[in-house]
């Protein structure tokens, strides 16, 4: 096992985000996330990735527990988060939010491994790449967002919402590149809204709903699922 999350709780104030949340990701898997709204899917990812600190519970990656751990310890560590919304540096090319990307890996020929694996993956990032990335479309954001991650040489990436506010054609090129980068070793927790997309990917899939896991199966499983089918699948 890769990560576990045992009964996690969240708060923000008095506000109880999360209501002790367990699962777990195995290496090598795509698992996604799914839920509505305010469920608190952006919440346990940010309590991963050590931008917010659990009232209680425990994460365990690679045997030891990293929820008291800081952000740039985590991505050290080998988690890379993609936040919703993409969060790219506007103002800097895409070379140098590449390099940002980059900033913990100490290792030269590494990071050059990294620039040559990410340009492969993602050639119009080469073509852009002194282009201020905030010329970016919104498709593109988000494969420099993705790619930006990559750049850490992540075991685990979390990925926020990648699909959000993209074109159809996008979509279905974003989800092809998540497939790609799992089947090339790295293991993907996914969160999304687009829930048939997501589980149609996923190995596994766990539904959150006001913070609690309601349901849990493989991909396949969820998304045969009537009460998935009528509460997030439009069926
Ligand atoms: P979305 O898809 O809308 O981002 P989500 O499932 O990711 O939804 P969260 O963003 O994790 O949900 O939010 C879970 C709950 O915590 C919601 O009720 C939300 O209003 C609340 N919440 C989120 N961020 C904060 C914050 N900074 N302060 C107070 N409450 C928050």
Redesign the pocket.
């Known amino acids: 096992m890769l990560l576990k999350v045992d009964n996690l709780v969240v708060n923000?104030?008095v506000?109880n985000?999360?209501k002790g949340v367990s699962f777990e990701i195995n290496e090598g898997e795509i698992v996604s996330l799914i839920?509505?709204?305010?469920?608190?899917?952006?919440?346990?990812?940010?309590t991963i990735s050590g931008l917010l600190k659990p009232k209680s519970g425990t994460i365990t990656y690679e045997d030891h527990e990293i929820q008291s751990k800081h952000a740039p310890k985590v991505v050290a560590d080998g988690i890379s988060q993609v936040p919703?919304g993409r969060h790219i540096f506007s103002g800097l090319t895409v070379m140098e939010n590449l390099q940002m990307g980059s900033f913990l890996v100490k290792d030269r020929s590494q990071i050059k491994h990294n620039f040559d694996a990410v340009f492969e993956r993602f050639p119009i990032l080469q073509q852009r790449k002194n282009q201020d990335a905030a010329t970016l479309s919104g498709g593109e954001q988000q494969m420099l967002a993705m790619a930006r991650a990559l750049m850490a040489s992540p075991k685990l990436i979390l990925l926020?919402?990648p699909s959000m506010g993209l074109a159809p054609i996008f979509i279905n090129e974003i989800f092809d590149i998540i497939k790609e980068i799992n089947k090339q070793g790295t293991t993907v927790l996914l969160?999304e809204?687009n829930a048939k997309k997501a589980l149609s990917i996923a190995d596994r899939g766990y539904v959150?709903a006001t913070?609690k896991i309601q349901l849990s199966g493989t991909g396949q499983e969820l998304l045969a699922n009537e009460d998935v089918q009528k509460a997030y699948l439009g069926g």
Do not use: C, H, R
């Open positions: 923000y104030g506000i985000a999360v839920g509505a709204n305010g469920a608190g899917k952006s919440t346990i990812l940010k919703e926020d919402e969160i809204q959150l913070g």
